[in-house]
């Protein structure tokens, strides 16, 4: 295709975007009454035999995918998390599209490697991460460094499969830190059904799914009145398992629950962690690690030392366009070496004085995913992600005291960080009710959790273009159905 062709479409696709975001409120945040099937016939059956124009393929999309879209920047989206979709992180995206590079390695295209590094140094000295998880602006024994992946998941599936390798050499070799590449097998294979792996039961149930994926048992440990994980249950759970001849492994612990927004108190999770030997200690901050950008909120992250990794997610709740998991290890070397492979294809001089992205998880091709982040952190500055952030703060805290104020509902999480868990003081029944009328106006759209072992409806505010104006109408029609409900029921 001839590029000057994309200087004309570009310019029209930019004007599309930005009306497209300029207009949002003019649109439904949901689809409207669409089955599975919806779409295929309204296309073609076939690739077309002969080019079609850009105008076409456009109309098409505004017109027929388009509507089976939920718009997760809506305002009045407030389900899952709200997505983001700051213009300097599409920039970066339109970039690494169109320069298109495959940064496998460092010498496959050096900037790929060096910028990555750089920007999640940034990154984790905004987050005020330990000194440990820096690789170049770091103090020189630091040994640790962070890359990027694809989802929180990936990062959680690429540190089980390190600590897992970790595991069962120390189990062959009887002692800790002994790299040696290359194992693997029947052999290594007999260690899988004793190694077990622990998170609570409000970790994310990606936790659980790469624990299957790895062959490996998991075991949910119970949460405390404020549903974090309750630190003794941990060491329970861990003695007993030794006792009954299984190898704890791997604890995960969470830095904003998906469902309550909870924060795990990695303190006392890292000090169980430390009492017995050779147990990885993975965070998981996906949406709550953003908020150790505040200097108010850095009491969250106490006990990130104890911590082998860590992932923070950008796309959960710093404006940025997915795919974008930051996830940092304490060591470099003894993580990368579950993934080490050797090619001639993929040798270069350099290999021993840089460590090649291929080594930080099971893809090998990279795209030039950086870019983004290196266009959102200049572009925003430490400073505008603290504005934001101390925004969504507020307009949760608003949300949260629009529903205490009315003596029919409760609030029942500690809504202070974008994520407000509340119901009706009724049974769960009349609970669900109220959310699936909620739900059925298509207006808004929440979530069922669980919440001090309470059904709650989930709301959450972490978006940019969701104000005290836009959850106080939301709020008017959750109040109106709650009324209705009422004499639904009385009838
Ligand atoms: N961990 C937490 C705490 C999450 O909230 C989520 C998703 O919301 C995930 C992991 C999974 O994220 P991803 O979609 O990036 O795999």
């Excluded at 003019?26 to 599975?36: H, T, V």
């Excluded at 260690?191 to 790469?210: D, F, R, T, W």
Aim: hydrophobic share 40%.
């Amino acid at each position: 295709k001839n590029y000057e062709e994309f200087r004309t479409h570009g310019k029209v696709l930019i004007d599309y975007i930005c009306n497209y975001v300029k207009t949002i409120e003019k649109r439904p945040a949901f689809y409207e009454n669409l089955k599975p099937g919806f779409l295929a016939p309204q296309l073609p059956s076939d690739m077309p035999e002969n080019p079609e124009s850009f105008t076409n393929v456009l109309l098409d999309f505004d017109q027929k995918i388009l509507p089976g879209m939920v718009h997760g920047i809506h305002p009045d989206f407030f389900t899952f998390f709200g997505t983001g979709n700051a213009y300097p992180s599409v920039i970066g995206d339109m970039l690494s599209g169109a320069i298109a590079t495959v940064g496998f390695s460092w010498a496959s295209s050096p900037s790929v490697t060096e910028l990555e590094y750089i920007m999640l140094d940034w990154y984790a000295k905004a987050l005020n991460l330990p000194d440990f998880f820096l690789s170049i602006n770091s103090n020189k024994n630091s040994k640790g460094g962070g890359a990027l992946q694809a989802s929180a998941t990936d990062a959680m599936m690429s540190f089980m499969i390190a600590a897992r390798d970790r595991a069962i050499k120390q189990q062959k070799n009887g002692r800790r830190d002994s790299h040696q590449p290359g194992l693997g097998g029947n052999e290594d294979a007999a260690y899988l059904p004793k190694l077990v792996c622990y998170a609570s039961v409000n970790a994310h149930g990606c936790v659980e799914k790469v624990a299957n994926l790895c062959m490996v048992k998991y075991r949910s440990v119970k949460v405390d009145a404020d549903d974090k994980m309750k630190a003794s249950a941990l060491e329970n759970a861990i003695r007993e398992d030794l006792e009954n001849g299984f190898i704890p492994f791997f604890v995960v612990g969470t830095s904003g629950t998906t469902e309550q927004g909870a924060f795990d108190e990695l303190d006392k999770i890292g000090e169980v962690c430390s009492k017995f030997q050779g147990i990885w200690f993975h965070v998981d901050a996906s949406y709550g690690g953003n908020f150790f950008m505040l200097p108010s909120k850095r009491y969250l992250s106490v006990g990130l030392n104890y911590a082998d990794s860590i992932n923070v997610n950008p796309n959960k709740l710093l404006l940025t366009a997915a795919d974008c998991t930051c996830a940092w290890v304490k060591d470099v070397q003894g993580f990368v070496e579950a993934f080490d492979v050797e090619a001639l294809y993929l040798k270069h001089q350099y290999e021993e004085s840089i460590v090649d992205l291929r080594h930080w998880g099971t893809p090998l091709s990279r795209r030039f995913r950086s870019l983004k982040l290196f266009f959102m952190f200049r572009m925003y500055g430490l400073e505008g992600f603290q504005a934001f952030l101390n925004k969504v703060i507020d307009v949760g805290e608003h949300f949260a005291t629009l529903v205490t104020s009315d003596s029919r509902f409760r609030v029942k999480n500690d809504a202070k960080n974008g994520i407000v868990c509340f119901r009706l003081n009724r049974n769960d029944h009349v609970n669900e009710s109220l959310l699936k009328m909620i739900n059925d106006t298509k207006k808004i759209h929440l979530l069922p959790t669980i919440c001090k072992k309470k059904m709650c409806l989930r709301f959450v505010v972490n978006r940019e273009y969701c104000s005290e104006a836009q959850v106080k109408r939301a709020w008017l029609l959750i109040s109106h159905y709650a009324t209705n409900l009422r004499d639904e029921i009385k009838r």
